[in-house]
C-alpha cells in the first residue's frame, strides 16, 4: 500500500539524486565526499524509519539524530553561513 509506495519513492529519489551527483560533475566542480554522503543519507533514513514505525519516544531518538548531524557537518554548515552572509 501507501508503504510501498513511499520506499518506491524514495529509491527512485536516491537514484535520481546519484545520476545528478555523477552528472553535475561535467559542468560544475565541486569537492564530495561520498562517506559522509552515505553517513547522512543512513541517518536520516533512520530518522524516518523511526517515524514511521512509531517506537515509543522516538523524538528523543531524533534529537540525539538531529544534534548529530549538525556536529558532523559543522564545519560545512558554518562555511555555507559564512558564504551567504558575505553576499
Not at 548529530?68 to 551567504?84: A, P, T, W
Amino acid at each position: 500500500g501507501a508503504t510501498g509506495a513511499a520506499i518506491a519513492t524514495a529509491i527512485c529519489y536516491a537514484l535520481v539524486f546519484l545520476v545528478r551527483l555523477i552528472d553535475t560533475q561535467r559542468f560544475i566542480r565541486f569537492n564530495r565526499s561520498i562517506v559522509k554522503t552515505v553517513i547522512n543519507t543512513t541517518l536520516i533514513v533512520a530518522q524516518a524509519t523511526l517515524m514511521v514505525i512509531d517506537i515509543p519516544y522516538w523524538w528523543i531518538y531524533q534529537i540525539g539524530f538531529v544534534g548529530f548531524l549538525l556536529v558532523f557537518n559543522g564545519r560545512e554548515i558554518f562555511n555555507s553561513v559564512l558564504k551567504l552572509l558575505k553576499k
